[in-house]
């Protein structure tokens, strides 16, 4: 698991707060149009996470990029790039200079989107490290669909009491703890299965009870949707984006992404050997769906496949 600094927790943390006082009292994702969204990763994250992709050490960063090592881990540490420090990171770290520089200057967040009645929001945190669950609900047919626990089993557990929701899947995107924490609670008390990828496991562990695992091709339905499943390893081995297509009411897709991206950003890669993997899964798992898709992932605001085409700095490519 990987903490955040614990400046940008308390920063999020704010903007967590602020967006549950705009819930419409029945946990529906809700954010006014115009409201400034705090991203999960500064500048500083997003070199930190391509150095570390690289494998690289802050020397190596300061030599290859011709910045001082000291200024290196400064601008690590939360100092102002200057232009110039913008360009030569950016040069050396394969990261794309305009977007990169939109996020130093805190002139990019992801714009506020409609609401999607079918979803509400599970604003869990472990201590002030605040983490997202989602319960997508067919309104006709009352079944839901749990994307990571958002470590909350208890608030979960509450919302679907609250609306009679018959929770038919909990679908987990990778099993890092705050993300499938509390999911054998929710299994205990739903019956419904915990869908993830076998390749999470490595020898000599195992799915947890109630652990369904993810094949080829599945579908899985919920009340009148299908939730379809793409791989997205990188941050973890067995890394699971889910994937509902409009229909029904549903305007456009969404996909819960787990920790593969946060808007402006990525998760961090498991090893600078998966780092290339990161970057691929998220390329042709995520923003290879269509642009108005609504992407939420497992820390920060949501965004959209658009979005983050145009703004990620770790994508030098044209979309
Ligand atoms: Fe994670």
Redesign the pocket.
């Known amino acids: 698991?990987?903490f955040k600094s614990t400046q940008n927790s308390i920063g999020n943390a704010l903007i967590f707060i602020l967006s549950s006082s705009l819930t419409d009292g029945r946990g529906l994702l809700y954010v006014q149009a115009g409201e400034k969204r705090v991203l999960e990763d500064t500048f500083a994250d997003i070199i930190g996470k391509a150095r570390f992709g690289k494998g690289w050490s802050s020397a190596d960063l300061a030599r290859n990029a011709a910045v001082p090592e000291k200024r290196i881990a400064a601008l690590e540490g939360e100092d102002r790039p200057t232009e110039e420090e913008i360009k030569r990171l950016s040069g050396a770290l394969s990261l794309d200079p305009r977007k990169l520089a939109e996020i130093a200057r805190s002139e990019w967040t992801p714009r506020s989107e409609k609401p999607i009645r079918m979803l509400r929001w599970i604003d869990g945190r472990i201590g002030n490290y605040p983490v997202n669950g989602y319960l997508f609900v067919d309104p006709a047919t009352g079944e839901g669909a749990l994307f990571d626990t958002g470590y909350s089993p208890e608030q979960v557990l509450a919302q679907i009491k609250k609306e009679k929701i018959r929770l038919v899947a909990l679908c987990i995107t990778?099993t890092?703890a705050?993300?499938v924490g509390g999911a054998d609670r929710i299994h205990a008390a739903t019956g419904a299965p915990i869908y993830l990828h076998s390749d999470e496991f490595s020898e000599g562990s195992r799915p947890p009870q109630g652990g369904a695992l993810l094949q080829e091709g599945m579908e899985i339905p919920v009340g009148r949707f299908r939730v379809r499943y793409r791989r997205s390893p990188g941050?973890?081995p067995g890394g699971t984006t889910f994937l509902i297509e409009p229909s029904n009411g549903l305007e456009a897709p969404v996909a819960f992404v787990?920790?593969a991206l946060f808007a402006g950003s990525l998760?961090?890669a498991q090893s600078s050997s998966t780092y290339p993997l990161l970057l691929r899964s998220v390329r042709e798992a995520i923003l290879s769906l269509p642009g108005e898709t609504r992407l939420f992932p497992?820390h920060g605001p949501a965004t959209t496949v658009e979005e983050e085409q145009q703004h990620n700095p770790f994508f030098t490519d044209r979309f």
Do not use: A, F, I, L
Request: proline letters at 0%; charged letters at 25%; glycine letters at 24%.
């Open positions: 698991m990987y990778h890092h705050d993300h941050h973890t787990g920790d998760g961090r497992g």
